[in-house]
């Protein structure tokens, strides 16, 4: 059902927006999955890292907390959980610390330990990618094949949630408002969401289709279209790919994994 007008003058876009994914490429590195979620009777998990430069580097990981900001959706770093259960207490993994050539990937493992104690509820905690300095040189071998060291500090970080009892929660997309960034001249969608029930996160996935004589274009997505436990609301900023002019936007804010057919909210827009 179309719900309401969306008023836009369209001009020409040269160039593509950001693409959310199920993987993130920083300077030196490529992390997939962007997230990690046990709940039911999941145990483990694995996230893999690929060392995209061309140096040697060396890897550490660990733990973070951050309490996500209502206001627009970044991270605030915390010194504790902002539960009194805390998560990285109950997760091991190994390995703790690698050295890959370039080209190279870990799989780093994960398991919960998993306790009868644990109240229903969401939680969660982030697992830092750091690099670090190795100690390789000019004259030291890895593997048999030369290499040489680098230090250039690099980290990112990925949610790891754990929902324990039975997770209800419902989400609505507000009205959406276009604009053209400035610098790069994308269309730019906002598209607010709120949670309207339950007390879990909304774990999501956006999408945006232009819609035009009934056919459907996929001009846009995020990854990680998330609203943790703590918040109640976001508002998600999301490049188009393509200009569009006339027929309407279907915004469709589906569960994270794409294998669940589950969908939180969609809605179509009007596009004049």
């Known amino acids: 059902m179309k719900k309401c007008l969306v008023r836009f003058v369209v001009g020409l876009v040269v160039g593509l927006s950001c693409l959310g994914g199920a993987r993130v490429a920083l300077a030196d590195m490529l992390i997939t999955p962007t997230m990690v979620v046990f709940e039911g009777r999941d145990r483990f998990a694995t996230v893999t890292i690929v060392n995209t430069g061309d140096k040697v580097k060396a890897y550490e990981f660990g733990w973070e907390f951050f309490d996500m ?38 799989r780093v493992r994960m398991a919960l330990r998993r306790s009868a ?20 040189s000019v004259d030291k071998t890895l593997n048999g094949r030369v290499a040489m060291g680098v230090n250039i500090a690099v980290s990112y ?90 027929g309407a936007l279907k915004v469709v804010l589906r569960y994270y994994d794409k294998k669940n057919d589950f969908i939180y909210d969609e809605r179509v827009f009007d596009v004049e």
């Open 69 to 106: 900001k209502e206001e627009d959706g970044t991270y605030t770093l915390q010194d504790k959980p902002a539960t009194d259960f805390d998560l990285s207490q109950h997760i091991v993994f190994a390995p703790r610390r690698v050295t890959l050539l370039p080209g190279a990937k870990q």
């Open 117 to 136: 104690e644990i109240p229903d509820g969401d939680y969660h905690v982030h697992f830092k990618f750091s690099s670090a300095p190795n100690d390789l």
């Open 157 to 246: 970080a990925i949610p790891v949630v754990f929902r324990v009892g039975e997770v209800q929660v419902k989400a609505d997309i507000g009205e959406i408002s276009l604009s053209r960034d400035a610098r790069s001249g994308f269309i730019n969608v906002a598209v607010p969401v709120v949670r309207v029930e339950g007390n879990y996160s909304v774990l999501g996935y956006l999408r945006i289709f232009h819609v035009v004589d009934g056919q459907e274009e996929l001009v846009g997505e995020l990854s990680n279209a998330n609203i943790f436990s703590e918040i109640n609301s976001r508002v998600f900023d999301v490049h188009l790919t393509k200009e569009i002019t006339g």
